[in-house]
C-alpha cells in the first residue's frame, strides 16, 4: 500500500452492520463496545467515525477535553447524561453536540438509565493532539507518546544552567 494517501483509491460502500463490535472496559466504571467506521478497508482516514454503545451504569471516557481535536455526537438511541464543564444534560435520540477544539471544558458521557444508549462520535485524527483530564489533573502529549501529570508545572527555566557560564 502506497504511503501517498492521495494515491489511494477511495473506500467502496460498506454496510455498518458489516463492522465488527469491539468490547472494551476497564475497571467497573468505564467500557462499551464501538463499530470504527473510518477504520475499516485500510483506511488513512483524518476523520474518525464511529459508532458506540454504553451500557447502563458506565462512563464513556475520563472527563477530558482537546486542545486540537474537534469532536460530534449524535444520539441514536437510549438516553444518557452529558456532563459538560459544570453542567449535566440529558440527551435522547436525535440529540446533537459538538465539542469544538480548544475550549477548556471537559466533556464524559454517563449512562444512568437502564437501557443501553447508541451513538454516534466524529472527530479529528491529529497526531499532535494534547488533550487534558481535570478529575484526574493529566495532560496526554500524543506526539511524545505521554500523560503527564498536569500538577508538575515548571518554570520556562526549571533545570536550566542559567546561573552557569558558557566555558
Known sequence: MSTDTKAEPP??????ESVP???WRE??????????L???KNTTARIGVAIEELPPGKQSCPFHYHMLEEEHMLMLEGELVLRLGEARHMMKAGDYCVFPAGRKTAHCLLNESGQTARFLM???RIPNEVCVY???DKIAVDAL?????ANAVADY??????????D
Open 21 to 23: 463490535w469491539t468490547e
Open 157 to 166: 527555566w526549571d533545570g536550566e544552567r542559567k546561573d552557569e557560564a558558557l
Open 122 to 124: 466524529i472527530g479529528d
Open 11 to 16: 473506500t467502496a460502500p460498506f454496510n455498518v
Open 27 to 36: 475497571g467497573v466504571r468505564f467500557g462499551g463496545r464501538v463499530r470504527a
Open 134 to 136: 481535570p478529575d484526574s
Open 145 to 149: 507518546g505521554l500523560i503527564l501529570r
Open 38 to 40: 473510518s477504520d475499516t
